[in-house]
């Protein structure tokens, strides 16, 4: 049991909780709570750590999980010092980075089957080949944890492919930004790129229609069908795109707003343009 | 000019900033930054503080509006404290709280003229009578003031009447709330409510149809038509609705969701009711 806050494990969790350099390093980043432990893939789990007030009750419901990994138990007071977190639910655990490429993504899309939970009827995503018609969501530097995880969690709900990123976003691997994701950042592959147009130019090559969202667009995005396979393009919270950036998209989309609003909160414009998408698939909108 | 950090003031802004029952007991509230301060209706101003740095440049800019309110200069180190933001741009407003009643909103919708900005065309939300077919949003109890304040902006940009907040919901004068409204805090009306039940009641009576967003519920969102008078009811983060707060309701709708996602975001869920019933809305979709 670790009992010390001098243990070179317990350092080593602060600085990978705290220090994007420190979790790019050594390959790994820190999930909290019993949730971000329960729906981890096992292979990906690089270790684990209980405080000793939890570990007989998450033996008793996690036994054959924890059984397969690392797992060390930590005094309570140590282990709350390890938290990021205000009420600490007594498990903590480091995951494997994901190392995900964008050709992977592009030419891995599987025709798997998309039927609607709801009603029972299958989804129109398929394309003549049968293979799945893509949905992707680009984001050029989001700054807030939160905005990020929000848009990972919203992009599993509607089925997305992954969500593109340039180098200058927010870390997918921030605290916050995991706590956001609610697990999310398990399932949605994503990836970092350096250059935002590049990626763009690479998704048009593959046949997907690239949408930009831009206050001065003349069309609105629900004048788009985006049954085909579409990706949107998302500015930062308090600037929007680069004209530059959005310049590299098909098309230029923009969301209406009444009132003094000036801009929406970029997890709900990404959500606007999500759930239009799906919505139409679900209907099999052409 | 305010010098020292003992200095009655500073004390009351900080209390302000950090008690809600501190700022009900005064009827105002703290927001803080230009943009803020800019949008705040001049006769809601109780009171500005600006830091001695910036006094020079936001009279310049400011100095009409400024002349109109009381006005105070504060040392700039005491001002860095006064401050609940990391980086502070020097000027701090202290603003009337609101005091809307339900029946007062009910009866005060005018119609008011709605027009696409983008396409022109006028919006079909008036009723037979020539007034405007509302809609609402009711909460439940919802937790994190980055969510309240989101769901006020995304409010204000479909034209939303108000919304209406069950008492165990987050402050909506808690600072990070007011951040997150940027700035519909000032134009969208709102209402905390003791009996959510009551007003459910009270909504219906006036002929709007509510809609309750349940996991559980058959129909879909987007089955449902929102272009006569109608409110939203989304639950809290974790639990979602009360099972008797639904039970409440005309109709009960889901959000569809693919993988393993077990809810949305509430301010996702939020912007994707709001904006099914604004498309609709501006579609003229019966």
């Known amino acids: 049991m670790i009992t010390s806050f001098s243990n070179r494990s317990v350092r080593e969790v602060v600085q990978l909780t705290q220090k994007a350099k420190v979790r790019n390093r050594q390959g790994v980043f820190v999930v909290e709570g019993v949730k971000m432990f329960a729906e981890a893939p096992t292979e990906k789990i690089e270790r684990v750590y209980l405080a000793k007030r939890a570990e007989k009750e998450l033996r008793e419901v996690y036994g054959k999980k924890l059984d397969k990994v690392f797992c060390e138990i930590v005094a309570d007071d140590i282990f709350d010092k390890m938290s990021d977190t205000k009420t600490p639910q007594g498990i903590l655990t480091l995951v494997k980075q994901y190392q995900y490429r964008l050709e992977d993504l592009l030419s891995s899309v599987q025709a798997r089957k998309c039927v609607d939970k709801h009603t029972g009827r299958s989804i129109s995503i398929m394309g003549e080949t049968g293979r799945k018609k893509q949905l992707y969501l680009l984001v050029e530097d989001i700054q807030d ?77 629900d004048e788009c069908d985006y049954s085909g396979a579409s990706a949107f393009l998302i500015g930062n919270e308090g600037n929007g795109l680069r004209q530059e950036t959005a310049a590299c998209a098909d098309v230029k989309i923009c969301i209406p707003m009444e009132g003094s609003v000036e801009s929406l909160n970029a997890a709900v414009a990404s959500t606007v343009l999500f759930y239009e998408a799906y919505r139409q698939r679900r209907h099999g909108q052409q």
Chains 1, 2 share one sequence.
């Open 145 to 221: 944890p939160g905005n990020l995880g929000t848009i990972f969690r919203t992009g599993e709900a509607v089925g997305a492919d992954g969500i593109l990123m340039s180098s200058h976003t927010v870390d997918i691997y921030n605290p916050k930004t995991i706590r956001s994701t609610m697990g999310s950042v398990y399932r949605v592959p994503f990836v970092y790129t350096e250059d935002i147009c590049g990626t763009v130019r690479e998704l048009q090559k593959n046949n997907i229609c690239v949408y930009a969202a831009d206050l001065q667009a003349e069309k609105c995005y």
